[in-house]
């Protein structure tokens, strides 16, 4: 398991955007070298944890539960046959491509070292949002992409440092619970009725998932209700 590349986006104007400003920053490129990861700050406040990487809209993207997005290379070669395109590292607005990592059966809470120095944890999946299905610019993408059940994952920094492209991810710690990120991508998306088994990983959630499992669980118990939802989850 490792890096494939380490990926950084810069502002840009776009017109498929919803963020304030008309920028985005998920057109994200590989670059060289090692890159400085930390915490980022709270959500709001908070944008990106990896040096030179931007974070256009902070109402819904960056904060310390989503400082890092990773996106397996195994994924995108499997929508670059789907879509008959090519799919650079960076494609899907990831900051780290990995390479030999099944990202939808990660733990949530569990945690990656990354290279000598960085530690990671994860915090859920990608909920597909207007700025990503603008960039991919095809049609149902948000279904399709719902559809696939591979979300890619959404990191913490709990240790910073620096990492590059080619260093190996080791997985050094998993919660003794079976929520994983693909369960949970399918519990907010598709199969509502799972929210409430979701919350036994709620310490290490991402906010927006969290807040979805909690209000449904109050407002249908442990038994569940019926219904799917959609959300943000671009950067």
């Known amino acids: 398991m490792k890096i494939l590349s380490v990926n950084v986006g810069a502002a840009k104007a776009v017109e498929y ?17 090692p890159v400085r990861v ?32 990773a996106f397996a290379r195994e994924d995108l070669d499997s929508w670059e046959e789907e879509l ?23 733990l949530v809470g569990e945690r990656w070292r990354v290279g000598d120095e960085v530690v990671l944890e994860v915090t859920g999946g990608r909920i597909p949002c207007r700025t990503f299905a ?29 990492f590059s492209a080619g260093d190996p991810v080791e997985v050094v710690e998993r919660p003794d619970h079976d929520v994983t ?13 799972s929210l ?6 709620a310490e290490w959630m991402e906010r927006e998932q969290l807040e979805i499992a909690r209000k449904y669980a109050a407002k249908y118990g442990s038994h569940g209700g019926h219904g799917s939802h959609g959300s943000h989850g671009g950067r």
């Open 181 to 193: 990120v693909g369960r949970l991508f399918r519990a907010v998306t598709t199969e509502r009725k």
């Open 17 to 33: 955007t919803g963020a304030p400003s008309g920028t985005t920053g998920i057109d994200k490129q590989p670059v060289a070298g």
């Open 134 to 162: 603008g960039r991919l610019a095809e049609k149902g993408w948000l279904r399709r992409f719902t559809r696939a059940g591979s979300s890619g994952a959404m990191l913490r920094v709990i240790r910073p440092g620096e």
């Open 38 to 69: 930390t915490a980022p700050g709270p959500a709001g406040v908070g944008a990106s944890g990896v040096a030179g990487d931007t974070v256009c809209d902070l109402r819904y993207h960056g904060g310390d539960d989503r400082a890092v997005y």
């Open 196 to 201: 409430p088994d979701m919350l036994v990983a």
């Open 84 to 106: 008959g395109r090519p799919l650079a590292n960076g494609a899907f607005g990831e900051n780290l491509t990995t390479v030999a990592m099944d990202l939808r059966e990660a």
